[in-house]
């Protein structure tokens, strides 16, 4: 077979395939059954025009833009995607429960977020500290999730029975403040 018959064979097979969709990444594709809001662009934009995305803690640096995410995409096997946006703050200290309500929760209240208490969130645990809010965004029930979590810190010698704990401790990953805004039809009804 000569290679110049090879080619008009291929560029039919992916446009014939690209056609039938083939082509999308799989990842990509809705999950079936699963439902997003109506207007999801639209509630996109308002979810990332919040003012609670301005409020920039102090001490931090930015952990990166504000993620969008749209609805019922397949994240692997358990997981679904919701619609939602996500922002990161880094930092490097701890930031207390005091701290994140007082850096947070004026701005949340006066933007019509109501606290709620969510009890499918686990405790915290020392060093971390989690606000959870809701109120309707263009008709949808959305929730607003504010999580800090604390240094993850290793001894750089660990210690033994025979040996105490090192003065010395690396950070091996950053405090850091997530601040998601997402579609949740189980918050109450304000």
Known sequence: MRPRGFWPVVTLLT????GCGWAEVTGEARVPGCAV????????DAYADDRILAVRPE??????DVVRSTGCRRLNKEDVSNTSITLTWRFERDYDDATLRRTFDPVASGDGWHPVVDIDIPPDVPGESTL????????????????S????????RPSTADRPASPQWT????ALIYLTIYADPTCPKL
């Open 37 to 44: 809001p109506n207007d999801e662009d639209e509630l996109l």
């Open 149 to 156: 979590q604390a240094a993850q810190r290793m001894d750089v």
């Open 132 to 147: 959870t809010y809701c109120r309707a965004v263009r008709g949808v029930p959305s929730r607003l999730l504010i999580r």
């Open 15 to 18: 446009v014939a395939l690209g």
């Open 59 to 64: 001490g931090s640096q930015p952990g990166g």
């Open 171 to 174: 950070v091996v990953a950053p």
